[in-house]
């Protein structure tokens, strides 16, 4: 396309080396396309049954569409099952335990690394606390909220005019 338009000048030339490096530096920045795999001790949120919002770890993987996952039950509320994967949203945590660990390892796992509570940290289990806290409002809460926000946003539009 270049030597239809003319004869190649240096200019040409340094636009065209250029472009091939930004393309060789942007293929070299790539990350890894998936990370969070089904795997014994990786940490999920249940998104769907009777255990739905609570977190759980996966013990076992019965095949390709089924895991055995564990709370533990004395932290979050999820005893040992059979779950569908599809059920599950896996995070970035992972526990180092073997396939099948008892509760007890899977305890002193979680424990050693403060998984849960660096995953209380993470902006995905803020915005889950506070869809919980405003599901569970009640009307004069609720109430309470509209006019905090209204005094708010008339503190704003003073501080603004002045």
Partial sequence: AIL????I?????????SLVVVVVKMASQTKPMYTRFVQPG????????PCEGKMCTIIDIVDQKRVVVDGPESLTGVKRHLMP??????????????????????KT????????????????????????????MNDFDRYKLMMAKKRRAKAVKKTIKK
Avoid at 44 to 49: R, V
Avoid at 85 to 106: C, H, M, P, Y
Avoid at 121 to 131: G, L, N, P, R, S
Wanted: proline share 1%; charged share 30%.
């Fill in 9 to 17: 000048t240096a200019d040409v030339c340094v636009i065209a080396c």
């Fill in 85 to 106: 994967v599809s059920r599950l949203s896996l995070t970035d945590f992972r526990v180092d335990i073997q396939r099948g660990a008892r509760e007890k390892t899977l």
């Fill in 4 to 7: 239809a338009q003319g004869p």
């Fill in 42 to 49: 990786r940490l999920a949120l249940i998104t769907y049954g």
């Fill in 109 to 136: 796992a979680l424990a050693k690394d403060d998984t849960m509570k660096k995953w209380s940290e993470t902006a995905w289990a803020k915005k889950i606390a506070a869809q919980k806290v405003r599901s569970e």
